[in-house]
């Protein structure tokens, strides 16, 4: 159960990351930590934009908040940082020296290479061996927190996906995506998200080119997709690399996590 602070979740899970599916991810996590969150931003505002502000921003979150002048890039980022906050009390909540935080406790910062990170809010402190992780598409937004390096993309599956697809998606990998009976649009998304996500999970030690990583393999996992990849030097050391996908309606969503000692080695 979620502590009470909580207002984001509606009633049901999204369709875009059913119970089971948290549940898998939870289960390849070093000692089962890990918070996600993943949310209909209609849902969440719901006329109550001033009332999530205030619940959920510090007062330096809420200056920034004001720099940003173009809407939709308002919403996103202050929807980010209130799903990475939720993704990350659901993480610490189940812990003893984090157990009594609050959403105002927190701040989401962001490095110089662009990667957020949480501190607690008056101290700075950053909990050791935190990572998290955000993700906005469309009326789609995602909060990912895990003691591994992490990394979650949702894509909104349009025609834009075509437009670029030379940018990351070699013939090798198109000839493995049509093993799965998908149209070529799900295929995509479903390469898309997996090569953001783990982009994302090696961030902090570089930026990994899309076509940097090789898709190897589309396996079953569970009711979900498992697409292995390799990945060229200086991550060659990592051997296969795993993300778990899903695809629902007209979204893919996609979760990697990569132990911090075998990215660190």
Known sequence: MLP????????????????????????????NSLGIIVIDTDLLINGRENELISKWLTEEEHQQLTRYSFEKRRKEWFLGRICAK????ELLNKGNRWAALQPLDLSIGVNP??????????????????????????????GLA??????????????????????????????????????????????WVAKEALRKCLNSAGHPGFLAMQLESIRPEQDYRKLDFTLDEPYAHLGTVSVITHVHDDYALAVCTVASDRLDA
Do not use: N, W
Not at 8 to 31: E, F, G, M, V, W
Not at 113 to 119: A, L, N, S, T
């Open 113 to 142: 290479g662009g990667r957020p990170y949480v501190q607690i809010a008056r101290s700075k402190e950053v909990p050791a061996d935190l990572d998290i992780s955000i993700s906005h598409s469309h009326q789609k937004v995602a």
């Open 4 to 31: 009470q602070y909580t207002t984001l979740q509606p009633q049901q899970p999204s369709p875009l990351l059913p119970d089971d599916l948290k549940d898998l991810l939870i289960s390849r996590t070093r000692d």
């Open 86 to 89: 939720q993704a990350t009390l």
């Open 146 to 191: 895990c003691r591994d390096h992490c990394g979650v993309d949702i894509q909104y599956l349009s025609d834009t996906l075509f437009k670029v697809k030379e940018r990351y998606c070699k013939e090798t990998e198109a000839a493995l995506l049509d093993s799965t009976a998908e149209d070529e649009l799900i295929q995509l998304g479903l390469l």
